[in-house]
């Protein structure tokens, strides 16, 4: 996917303060830290477009950010941040599933796993969440670096195990190397029904 065009839209906490629903939107949810903003500045070929942080609960409202005017790429707040105020993981569940179950533009979501961690409750609550709201999602598994391609592969058929999915189905990323960026646009265009090609000729 060339990407010619990324642009911060807005934050939102509430379903009132969103954009309104237009363009179709894929939104990625994991763990707090897992990656999931450098996975959005990698995607849109950014490195500042989403501000990360090697501290957890770095982004803690819905943000929204246009692509080509062709999508929205949704970052969510991580769940399972222990050290998060209170007021904070209060509002997290509320804020991300009232985000979930109804907004209409939400086409695809990419959860994302840590590749060396075996999936938390959160994940699993999440997947839960997710087949509950028939969104089928794509499944990223993050910091790919940081493994041996053997301890990668093992890893990957203990997620899988644990998630109850084929490890075919979990696609290798590194924000560092950005390994995996084209085999996950394309999942992300073929959930949407986007052409690439038409796209890319526009
Ligand atoms: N080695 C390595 N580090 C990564 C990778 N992806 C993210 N990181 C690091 O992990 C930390 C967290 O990254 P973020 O993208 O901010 O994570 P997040 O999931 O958005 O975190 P919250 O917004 O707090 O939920 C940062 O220090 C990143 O540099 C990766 O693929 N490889
Ligand atoms: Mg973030």
């Known amino acids: 996917m060339n990407v010619i065009q990324a642009e911060f839209v807005k934050s939102a906490a509430k379903p009132n303060d969103y954009p309104p629903p237009g363009l179709p939107e894929v939104a990625f949810v994991g763990r707090s830290n897992v990656g999931k903003s450098s996975l959005i500045n990698v995607l849109s070929g950014r490195k500042g477009l989403v501000k990360t942080s090697s501290t957890p609960g770095r982004t803690q409202l819905i943000n929204f950010f246009d692509i080509n005017s062709i999508l929205t790429l949704v970052d969510l707040p991580g769940y399972g941040y222990a050290k998060a105020p209170p007021a904070l993981r209060k509002q997290w569940g509320p804020m991300i599933e009232s985000y979930l179950s109804i907004r209409e533009s939400l086409k695809a979501v990419v959860l994302i796993l840590d590749i060396r961690r075996v999936p938390s409750d959160g994940?699993?609550?999440?997947?839960?969440?997710?087949?509950?709201?028939?969104?089928?999602?794509?499944?990223?598994?993050?910091?790919?670096?940081?493994?041996?391609?053997?301890?990668?592969?093992?890893?990957?058929?203990?997620?899988?195990?644990?998630?109850?999915?084929?490890?075919?189905?979990?696609?290798?990323?590194?924000?560092?190397?950005?390994?995996?960026?084209?085999?996950?646009?394309?999942?992300?265009?073929?959930?949407?029904?986007?052409n690439p090609k038409v796209e890319s000729s526009r």
């Open 123 to 194: 994940d699993l609550q999440m997947l839960r969440w997710l087949e509950m709201y028939n969104i089928p999602p794509i499944l990223v598994v993050t910091k790919c670096d940081k493994l041996s391609k053997n301890e990668q592969a093992k890893q990957k058929v203990i997620i899988a195990a644990a998630i109850r999915r084929d490890k075919g189905m979990l696609l290798p990323f590194s924000a560092l190397s950005k390994e995996g960026r084209d085999a996950i646009w394309c999942e992300i265009l073929r959930v949407l029904d986007i």
